[in-house]
């Protein structure tokens, strides 16, 4: 079930809300979280019945460890649950999501003869287990209260953000459900939420998935072999993929953070206009913040971080990426892909120390040029991890270069119109948090760039008044009268 | 706030409300089972899956487009019901017996050799059936239904004859026009059109036996009587059929169809002339040709198989 299909806004979200706040009501918080933990659980049950049982497995171990760790004072002790819990997670991981990439891959480097059956990745798994390996960590650092089961369940199963994020730390959520007045009906949550949810579709609906039509075709056919992009197609297929995955992604967080904020819980932000973005270093302060958190805090840091000196802080960066593009799939062309920005990140840091300029010091104009700049890295990135292969991604890239001759166009000029559009609501829009700001729609993480609007554009602020009422109504509308045609979210195959 | 969140909610479903009534009132498909006036545009297979419910019958005939245009009230000993689509497959067959072939008494398949072939695109999203919480809401507020109502109320308004017929069937005249239009024409441009179209890079697709195994194992515990056939070949078809290359798919498709169904009759061979095909078609042969050979070569055998367990012993 998909946050943009019928089944889910006609049917699941009116019942599990109108569920949720009448139990509210009537037998208080308790029964609520069951409620919820109920209907997250039979929202995850809906796409395949048959991995609900490793999401249950997972919470019950980690709950079981969780407890093990705060309870236990032998540091020693301690530490053995901690890395018994984690191999216990990422060997969840490796074999449902990994296992095929290690095999294929033995079986080209060493040529033997290993068979594995297909293994079919259950949905979300990379998410809920960070979720849990940080659940852990704190753990073991004593960071974690003695939470209760049912609040456990909710962190780590709570629908708006099982399947494709925002990576949620227990430190924001558990609070937050442990609250009474959570459960209490507020006009105001509903309202930001219904607005929230609102925007995040129409992303995805009207724009992510009108825009992929000129992603597909090209990268389907170069992925062929028989097909070489010219410079036309190259450039309209890699821009518009690069407007595909924004917009459906950043769709995605907002429909979430929409939903969440209809049951009265506050998640973090996941996207702040990535594409404005004056640096790489900035481009990951905005892209998928809570993946950036995560790998930030339990994998940069634990590897030393900046403490060790320039040339270790540049190895454990590029360590931290590679690590950020294989999680997101297995496949050559994502570590590749986490190189890449791995590289980017360590010739930023380098450009800064010979500079030492930061990107909110710039002028307007050289602030301008740097956005190009960086988008431009950007978009040659994204070939990679949209591409199958790696072959084709060179194929893509050599038509982007202008070195393939065309002997075949496949987009039509109308793909730049789009491109156009996307390109002025990515650069001179506001998003949706600093549309919203006045209401917090978001759990506040530290951000030291998180600009407000600018003035020019202070009219845009979400108002719940008639004009904004008739604009959402429509809006809403034409999104749910264009869902005939379902699509997933790309980041549910992550 | 409250206002606004009524506003909202009130005005998005106001219009989604509008819209949904307005189709429901001329459902341009028949998948609510009020259309009377008959289907203008429509996907035969959606067609198909809705008609299936609210019209009469029990029996029930599978295939591809060669019998679209079938009367099913030309057929002898049943209420029958035209469940033939264009370009069908067997993955479709095997769903659509899964969940519509209930309670009927009988069913007929039509297959041919190239059903088998494995580069046939993927099956699309309207083959499968779906319950009625994933079709409806799409089907009353889709623009694809918007536009088949406006285009469906333009078109009666104009008189112009439906596509599909009340009786369920594709309409053999306006077929037989659609296809002058077409103009493949000549023997040389058929030799064209059947190397492209079935004979190259065929692969022979072995899953296909699995699911009408499973079509038969659904029908026998169902105790539904089945008889299948293979359809009847143009003679320019025919000369296809017997290149070497291809003699041995054919001589295996039946083979194997013989060892899986009790019932297999071979019309391959008995309609070659052109006078049984349509003009400028050597794909579909005329409805009253199908007429004479199920009422006298299929349907007959109906009534020799019985679905107890000795009859069904000829299978595998």
């Known amino acids: ?96 999501k990994y296992a095929n990439f290690f095999v294929d891959n033995i079986q080209v480097w060493f040529g033997l003869d290993w068979t594995l059956k297909t293994i079919i990745l259950p949905l979300a798994i990379s998410f809920f287990t960070f979720q849990q390996i940080a659940f852990l960590c704190d753990a073991a650092k004593g960071e974690t209260r003695e939470y209760r089961f049912m609040d456990y369940c909710l962190f780590v199963t709570f629908f708006p953000q099982l399947i494709a994020g925002p990576i949620v730390h227990h430190k924001e959520m558990m609070p937050q ?129 900046n403490r060790k000196g320039p040339v270790r802080r540049q190895i454990n960066l590029m360590i931290t990426m590679l690590l950020g ?170 | 706030m409250r206002g606004y969140f009524f506003s909202v909610i009130g005005g998005a479903l106001a219009v989604v409300l509008a819209k949904a009534v307005f189709i429901a009132t001329v459902d341009p498909i028949g998948r609510l089972g009020w259309n009377h006036g008959g289907i203008y545009f429509a996907l035969e297979r959606e067609q198909k899956e809705s008609a299936v419910k609210w019209r009469g019958h029990d029996a029930v005939f599978f295939t591809n487009s060669k019998l679209s245009m079938q009367d099913p009230a030309e057929l002898d000993a049943y209420r029958w019901f035209n469940f033939a689509a264009g370009g069908m497959r067997i993955e479709e067959m095997a769903g659509f017996v899964e969940a519509y072939v209930r309670d009927q008494s009988a069913c007929v398949l039509g297959l041919d050799v190239w059903m088998m072939h494995a580069g046939h695109p993927p099956v699309t999203e309207v083959a499968h059936p779906r319950p009625w919480f994933a079709w409806l809401p799409s089907y009353l507020t889709s623009w694809r239904s918007f536009f088949r109502t406006t285009g469906t109320l333009q078109r009666r308004w104009a008189g112009v004859s439906p596509v599909i017929t009340s009786g369920g069937f594709l309409d053999a005249t306006l077929f037989a026009e659609r296809l002058a239009r077409k103009n493949i024409g000549g023997d040389a441009e058929w030799d064209f059109w059947f190397e492209q179209n079935l004979m190259s890079n065929f692969v022979y697709c072995e899953k296909r036996l699995t699911m009408l195994k499973q079509i038969r194992d659904t029908l026998k515990q169902r105790g539904v009587k089945l008889v299948v056939f293979l359809h009847p070949q143009h003679e320019q078809a025919l000369q296809f059929l017997e290149r070497p290359e291809f003699a041995a798919h054919q001589k295996r498709f039946l083979k194997d169809l013989r060892g899986i169904f009790p019932v297999v009759v071979d019309l391959t061979k008995e309609y070659p002339d052109d006078r049984f095909y349509f003009t400028n078609d050597r794909l579909h042969y005329f409805p009253w040709v199908s007429t004479e050979f199920l009422n006298a070569r299929v349907i007959p055998l109906l009534e020799q198989t019985s679905h107890d367990a000795r009859a069904m012993e000829g299978g595998e």
């Not at chain 1, 809300?17 to 208080?28: I, S």
């Not at chain 1, 049950?45 to 004072?73: C, E, H, K, Q, R």
């Not at chain 1, 097909?227 to 197609?233: Q, S």
């Open chain 1, 177 to 305: 459900f442990a609250r009474e007045d959570t459960y209490r009906m507020r006009w105001d949550n509903l309202s930001i939420g219904l607005t929230l949810f609102t925007i995040g579709l129409f992303k995805k609906v009207m724009i992510a998935d009108s825009i992929a039509g000129y992603s597909t075709p090209v990268f389907t056919l170069a992925q062929g072999g028989e097909f070489t992009p010219g410079a036309f197609d190259a450039w309209s297929a890699a821009l518009a993929y690069t407007f595909q995955i924004y917009f459906d992604f950043s769709g995605y967080s907002d429909m979430a953070l929409g939903l969440g904020r209809l049951f009265g819980i506050r998640l973090p932000m996941n996207f702040f206009s990535p594409y404005k973005s004056a640096s790489i270093i900035e481009f990951w302060r905005r892209w998928h913040i809570t993946l950036s958190r995560f790998l930030r805090d339990y994998l940069y840091f634990p590897l030393g971080g």
């Open chain 1, 1 to 96: 079930m998909l946050f943009n299909s019928h089944i889910f806004i006609l049917f699941f979200l009116p019942i599990t809300l109108l569920g949720y706040y009448w139990l509210g009501a009537r037998f208080g918080s308790r029964i609520c979280k069951v409620w919820l933990v109920a209907a997250s659980l039979f929202y995850y049950a809906w796409w395949n019945p048959a991995y609900l049982a490793i999401l249950v497995a997972s919470i019950l171990v980690n709950y079981g460890f969780g407890f093990a760790l705060s309870s236990t004072a032998d540091s020693v002790m301690r530490k053995r649950v901690l890395i018994l819990g984690i191999v216990l997670n990422l060997a969840a991981l490796a074999y449902y």
């Open chain 1, 325 to 494: 593009g294989f999680w997101h799939g297995a496949g050559w062309t994502f570590i590749i892909w986490g190189g890449l920005h791995g590289l980017y990140l360590v010739l930023n840091h380098f450009w800064r120390m010979l500079m030492g300029k930061k990107d909110d010091t710039m002028a307007w104009p050289v602030r301008a040029v740097c956005v190009v700049v960086t988008f431009f890295f950007v978009v040659v990135s994204w070939v990679f991890f949209r591409a199958e292969a790696i072959e084709p991604a060179l194929t893509m890239l050599k038509g982007m270069a202008g070195m393939n001759e065309a002997e075949l166009v496949v987009n039509k000029m109308s793909a730049y119109y789009w491109i156009i559009a996307a390109l002025i609501i990515s650069w001179a829009l506001p998003n949706a948090i600093q549309v919203t700001a006045a209401f917090q729609p978001s759990y506040e993480i530290e951000r030291e760039d998180q600009a407000p609007m600018p003035r020019w554009q202070r009219w845009m602020h979400w108002q719940p008044n008639r004009i904004w009422a008739t604009a959402m109504a429509v809006v809403l509308a034409l999104c749910v009268l264009s869902l005939s045609k379902v699509t997933e979210f790309l980041y549910f195959q992550f």
